[in-house]
């Protein structure tokens, strides 16, 4: 445990060099968001949680719209309070507790026609926005064909049609997956930071979800997915074809993180959403908790794991690079997001907006994975898993 004590002490001192750097008002990423108001879809995930917590914390935005739908008995506005309880948003409850003040919460559903948002919202996001984040997604490997394409493809497109009604945007980030052209026939070929070709036209299997009931969709899903893996990322490859063919003219760039796993420095060390107890961190919380004893792998295949808050500062960084360039397919920037010990999966893009950061950016905005220390980071994440999902405080 000294280690891990040692470890949150140079943290908490990494914090305080951040804090400093943002209130001298030297970074030029605080400066683009600073006053802003945002739109962040998939606030209550993993990713869109820390996501939130940055903005608030390193960007002085001034406000964060969430659209979340209501669940159980709980509306939208419960929802939010929920959210930020979450221990993600203990510093920022303790240094600026009138964030949540700022966090408004909007009632729609990313798989809906215009968002399932009401006309009044509609309206009143299209009037304020200024930056989009779209982060929600159905990242279930097995979800139904049906849900996959209105989730993630519609609500995608959805979103480009609210983009192209707002009248101050200046940005906007949709978060994708490294995986979303990961096929059966590209085994042991790069992924690189561009378009590859859509597996059909989105907007055809758009059509088929909403006419087709989902036992004979999902009948014809094996044909229809051909050499994707999974519903999820055949759906994320149709979506990323939507932004290339139907972005015209928005500042737009696509993210595509790997495999994302518990934070490496902020804003804690090891934090982990409690829901993110599948893939990876599964794996370390069945050997913690003395479950898990075996496990049969191939030693030669590299996964390409990312800590949460390097692409939380990417996908910052990267709306703020989008904004100097009025885009065309051509233009739309490809951002990965992945480890540098991968041969497969390419990041030039990212290691670019790295590059024209000033110093006090690489600082508060890291996103170059050349910094994390893996070992470091192995031990900090079953730190994470231990203390956010197993709740075992020591």
Not at 65 to 73: A, C, E, P, V, Y
Not at 290 to 298: N, S, Y
Not at 317 to 332: H, L, P, R, S
Request: hydrophobic share 40%; net charge neutral; glycine share 4%.
């Amino acid at each position: 445990m000294e280690v891990m004590f040692a470890l949150e002490k140079e943290a908490l001192m990494r914090q305080h060099r951040m804090a400093a750097i943002t209130a001298s008002g030297n970074s030029s990423i605080e400066r683009f968001y600073a006053g802003s108001t945002v739109f962040v879809t998939g606030g209550s995930g993993f990713l869109g949680k820390l996501l939130v917590e940055k903005l608030f914390r390193s960007c002085n935005v001034n406000k964060v719209f969430l659209l979340l739908r209501s669940k159980k008995d709980k509306n939208a506005q419960h929802r939010a309070k929920d959210i930020l309880m979450d221990p993600v948003f203990d510093s920022l409850h303790k240094h600026r507790p009138e964030f949540v003040n700022n966090v408004l919460a909007v009632e729609g559903n990313v798989s809906k026609i215009r968002l399932g948002l009401n006309s009044t919202d509609w309206n009143t996001l299209a009037e304020q926005v200024n930056i989009i984040f779209h982060v929600a997604a159905t990242v279930n490997f097995d979800e139904t064909i049906k849900i996959a394409t209105l989730t993630n493809v519609r609500g995608t497109r959805e979103i480009l049609h609210l983009a192209k009604a707002c009248k101050n945007l200046r940005s906007i980030v949709h978060v994708s997956t490294a995986y979303s052209h990961a096929t059966k026939s590209r085994v042991d070929s790069a992924v690189k930071e561009q378009f590859y070709e859509s597996p059909m036209p989105p907007n055809v299997m758009i059509e088929l979800a909403e006419n087709m009931d989902e036992k004979n969709l999902s009948s014809m899903a094996q044909t229809l997915m051909d050499d994707w893996p999974n519903t999820y990322s055949f759906s994320k490859a149709l979506a990323e074809e939507i932004v290339r063919s139907e972005a015209c003219n928005l500042p737009i760039c696509i993210v595509r993180p790997a495999i994302v796993v518990s934070s490496y420095n902020e804003p804690t060390i090891g934090w982990i959403d409690p829901n993110n107890a599948y893939g990876p961190s599964g794996l370390i919380l069945g050997i913690l908790t003395g479950i898990l004893h075996t496990l049969v792998a191939k030693q030669e295949i590299v996964l390409s794991i990312v800590p949460v808050d390097i692409v939380v500062n990417t996908v910052i960084a990267a709306g703020w690079e989008t904004t100097k360039q009025q885009t065309n397919e051509d233009d739309i920037k490809i951002y990965n997001v992945t480890n540098n010990r991968s041969p497969m999966l390419w990041n030039d893009n990212v290691l670019k907006v790295y590059n024209n950061m000033s110093k006090y950016d690489q600082e508060v905005f890291n996103c170059d994975m050349a910094t994390v220390d893996f070992k470091q980071l192995v031990v900090t994440w079953a730190f994470g898993v231990r203390k956010y999902i197993i709740k075992d405080f020591f």
